[in-house]
């Protein structure tokens, strides 16, 4: 089955697959669902989402060396591109809004993390 939404496409958008030199840019594992949740937070936020980093499988530099599997492995975070903490918070604030169960954010160097691990409790954190 066809893993897209109106907006996300991991066969348009490498930056949705994992992008270690195994898989590059070639593997996507993100659930139907995780898109769905960030379609409609795009549909929120009412402008384009630059998609950073989606799907990582457990050989890529940054899940490298976790002791559980990541969010971005099982396929249910994506990071966004944002310019500053003013983009950051609209970003946020359009999860919240969506209403689609967001389990937990962050705020890095260029990007936000949105998560839907549900497994793992509400939480934030910052890189
Ligand atoms: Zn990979």
């Not at 799907?55 to 975070?77: D, W």
């Not at 919240?96 to 998560?115: I, N, T």
Request: overall charge positive; some cysteine; aromatic content about 10%.
């Amino acid at each position: 089955m066809k893993i897209e939404t109106k907006n996300f496409n991991p066969e348009s958008d490498k930056m949705l697959n994992c992008s270690c030199e195994k898989c590059a840019g070639k593997i996507c594992k993100i659930t139907q669902d995780t898109l769905n949740k960030v379609q409609k937070i795009r549909d929120v936020y009412g402008h384009p989402l630059i998609v950073t980093s989606g799907y990582r499988c457990k050989n890529h530099p940054a899940e490298a060396g976790k002791s559980s599997e990541g969010s971005h492995q099982k396929g249910v975070a994506v990071d966004f591109k944002c310019l500053n903490g003013y983009d950051a918070a609209r970003i946020i604030r359009a999860a919240f809004d969506a209403d689609v169960g967001l389990c937990g954010f962050a705020y890095g160097p260029g990007f936000v993390h949105l998560d839907f691990d549900d497994e793992k409790g509400f939480r934030t954190w910052r890189y």
